[in-house]
């Protein structure tokens, strides 16, 4: 693989992060055994399940550029505790090519379980590296209506200063 240039300052640019990123999805999918989405969405019922995917900044800020690519803001929380990408037809998700890495392993009893973190290792450690490439800005996996700010913070979008940090 090639190494990223960097830029002026030796800082890794958004642009070389969101590649890498995607590069790590890509992997990660790849080395993924069969498995068959329903679209039952019971993964995506946070409030039934007890569970709901981790994010690092990374993926924050994937998910942000692609809600703002499309004029969108992040999504109030639902009333029924489900995510709030999860679309008005209850089968469809509206972030699916940004979702992040837990959306893209995690699958329920009928699709064939959820994968075990040793089949997804190299991935989750090149994820981790990712996120420490942020310096001060990473914060680790976290919840993802907590890092999006769905359970009642002030919700921005990503600014060209975000891209570039």
Known sequence: MKTPKRSVDGARSW???RRDLLSIYAEAEASLPARDCMRSTGCCRFALTGREPHVTQAEVDLLLEHLASQGRRV????RDGACPFL??????CTVYEARPFGCRTHFCREAGGPVPARELRISLRRLAELEEQLGSRAQGPRP??????????ALRKLTPADRTR
């Not at 999504?75 to 639902?78: E, K, L």
């Not at 679309?87 to 469809?92: I, K, Q, R, V, Y």
Request: a positive charge; proline letters at 13%; zero cysteines.
């Open 87 to 92: 679309a008005g037809d209850e089968t469809t």
């Open 15 to 17: 642009i070389e992060r």
């Open 144 to 153: 993802m209506s907590g890092a999006l700010g769905v359970k009642g913070k």
């Open 75 to 78: 999504p109030p929380p639902r």
